[in-house]
């Protein structure tokens, strides 16, 4: 089973940044796509950006050349780099694989972007 643990949110003001973390446990973070996901209020949850084990990335259209995924294998970490920072952007971001069945989810860590 593998866990992961959210962490480098808080409240930024428009046009900040934020770094976030994501440290998985397991041995089989290296093999997998996986995925920075946010959940808006009243919202689902839906995956704004995805690296696979190659260190391919793909963003959605929203947060394209404003927000920055990568990886460490060695240290079973992710990173999610997050510039210009906009009020719709604030949700909860989740770590978790990507293109396939899902691993349970963390608490995830709370972003607000708000002046």
């Known amino acids: 089973q593998v866990q992961f643990v959210e962490s480098g949110g808080g409240l930024v003001q428009p046009g900040g940044s934020l770094r976030l973390s994501c440290a998985a446990s397991?041995?089989?973070?290296?093999?997998?796509?996986m995925g920075w996901y946010r959940q808006a209020p009243g919202k689902q949850r839906v995956l704004v950006a995805a690296?696979?084990?190659?260190?391919?990335?793909s963003y959605v259209d929203s947060v394209k050349g404003r927000f920055t995924i990568s990886r460490d294998n060695a240290k079973n970490t992710m990173y999610l780099q997050m510039n210009s920072l906009k009020p719709e952007d604030t949700a909860v971001y989740y770590c978790?694989?990507?293109?396939?069945?899902?691993?349970?989810w963390g608490q995830g860590t709370q972003v607000t972007v708000s002046s």
């Open positions: 397991g041995t089989v973070f290296s093999i997998y796509a």
């Open positions: 690296i696979t084990s190659g260190s391919t990335t």
């Open positions: 978790n694989r990507a293109g396939g069945p899902s691993y349970d």
